[in-house]
């Protein structure tokens, strides 16, 4: 039999997985990352770290079995994407890579803003996406002003998987996944000359910008050294490899044009998929380009599953509930299913995580907000009316594209559970599909290696998901949730948005 290695770099998470040519997984291993979080918003990690530990979750893998080793036909790579990873002319880094959830480029883009107060309407124009601060090209701005000497030192600015790649295989690249959102040229599918001017980047920083690729491409091969330290052997093609999200919505399996699919984990990644980019709503959401020639109007809700974690952490047993997560959240669901919809008048915005809300309005400052409460509520009603507020803001997004949307795939920790799902279907009115299987971003990495070694014309039908569980609304409980999004949409934008 013959195998793809996949490897899945997250923020806080490297996954190693093995795929059959036939796309089902066989074994994976996974180690936690040490990401260097500061009280000031910086948000870092040890670059040669983060290496030994995916070649450590490697070597896990593949064990002492060269029946593995010897049948792996290609290598597929999926990282967190943009932040700044620098390396100098001897391949090392020059300092931390700075990772995409980086705000230290906060300061220096207010002052940015008031010599130009359109100057994230510019760059949406351009990128189709909003401009966020752990973005590559905000940051090499910041690098080049603020850490002059480590950017002189700098031969090329790489992000994560370019980074793992170049370990691989001693090859430079970059790829249109990456670009686009660096900020970058929507349209042109490149590098954003109108954006470089905007930053005011210089032609020596230009220069450390690599040669971008496709990612359905060979970005090298596994070099002799390496193949004695990892048991893979020497020439095994590695793939240049896409972005986090569109390898998470190819391994999804949803390639369809018109369809839709929100990642539910510790942030929610809303996506609908189209032929052409999308660039509205105006200056709302991201905007991601796809290996298969496909678009990704994103609309992110930046807290999504830590809403849960802050609730049980403040309300309930924590350490119950990281003994046995699963168990723990079926008796708390148990209890909130018998509760009415609408939280007993309560209403909560989710906006607790750091950088506020970005879709489907913008604004950085926005917080978390429990509205409505009195003496007579309980913890439960305020857990209730959480899991309310988490899917009422991915309602919101999906209502601010003004798309028909009759199927939603469904991914993530937060599909796991049964009670939002459900409520997810009946508050949207569509049918709730969550695939069969796991790990769909190294799924979605192995395919795209797949169809690069089998060089033939892209195949969205290459993975033939399966389905494990759907969901079909209520139309009683449609209406209900209809009434109180009303009431989340008005209380949303009288505290955070002008429009």
């Known amino acids: 039999m013959k195998y793809v290695l996949s490897i899945d770099i997250g923020t806080s998470e490297i996954k190693v997985a093995l795929f059959s040519e036939n796309l089902i997984l066989k074994k994976i291993t996974s180690s936690k990352n040490k990401v260097v979080y500061s009280t000031d918003g910086k948000s870092e990690i040890d670059m040669d770290l983060l290496w030994k530990n995916c070649k450590k979750q490697i070597l896990k893998l593949l064990g002492q079995s060269n029946n593995f080793s010897r049948n792996i036909i290609c290598i597929g790579i999926t990282a967190n994407m943009v932040g700044l990873w620098p390396i100098n002319i001897d391949g090392k880094p020059v300092r931390k890579a700075i990772l995409w959830n980086d705000y230290r480029t906060a300061e220096m883009m207010e002052k940015m803003k008031l010599k130009d107060n359109k100057i994230y309407e510019k760059i949406f124009n351009e990128s189709g996406s909003v401009m966020q601060y752990g973005c590559t090209i905000p940051l090499v701005k910041w690098f080049q002003t603020y850490e002059n000497r480590n950017f002189k030192n700098t031969k090329w600015f790489l992000s994560c998987k370019d980074w793992i790649r170049f370990k691989l295989t001693d090859t430079i690249a970059n790829d249109y996944t990456e670009t686009v959102v660096a900020p970058g040229n929507a349209k042109k599918i ?14 020596e920083a230009k220069l450390k910008f690599p040669k971008i690729k496709k990612s359905d491409s060979i970005g090298g091969y596994i070099t002799k050294k390496l193949s004695k330290q990892i048991n893979i052997k020497v ?4 793939v240049v490899g896409a972005g986090d999200v569109p390898s998470s919505i190819i391994g999804l399996g949803a390639n369809k044009i018109g369809s839709a699919a929100t990642i539910f984990g510790t942030t929610i990644h809303n996506c609908y998929i189209s032929k052409s980019p999308i660039f509205y709503p105006k200056n709302i959401g991201l905007l991601f380009y796809a290996p298969n020639s496909t678009w990704l109007k994103t609309m992110i809700n930046i807290a999504g599953t830590i809403n849960l974690d802050w609730a049980i952490k403040n309300f309930f047993d924590f350490d119950d509930y990281m003994l046995n997560k699963k168990k723990y959240l079926l008796n708390l669901e148990k209890k909130i299913q018998k509760l009415p919809i609408g939280s007993k008048q309560l209403i909560f915005l989710p906006y607790i995580n750091f950088g506020g809300v970005i879709a489907p309005f913008h604004n950085e400052n926005a917080t978390g907000i429990l509205f409505g409460l009195n003496h007579k509520h309980n913890k439960y009603d305020i857990l209730r009316s959480i899991y309310e507020g988490v899917v009422l803001s991915i309602v919101d997004c999906y209502k601010a594209l003004n ?13 796991n559970s049964k009670v939002w799902a459900q409520m997810i279907s009946d508050a949207m009115n569509v049918r709730v599909v969550i695939p069969e299987g796991s790990e769909f971003g190294a799924k979605g990495a192995a395919i795209i290696a797949l169809n690069t070694i089998q060089r033939k014309k892209w195949n969205n039908k290459k993975n033939n998901i399966k389905i494990k569980k759907q969901y079909f609304p209520n139309k009683k409980n449609n209406i209900l949730f209809n009434a109180i999004y009303k009431n989340y949409k008005l209380l949303s934008r009288k505290n955070f948005s002008d429009i």
Do not use: E, H, M, W
Request: cysteine-free; aromatic content about 10%.
């Open 190 to 203: 490149n590098r954003s000359n109108r954006i470089y001017k905007l930053f005011k980047i210089s032609n």
């Open 235 to 238: 020439g095994t093609p590695v």
């Open 403 to 415: 798309k028909k949307i009759d199927k939603l795939f469904l991914a993530g920790g937060g599909s």
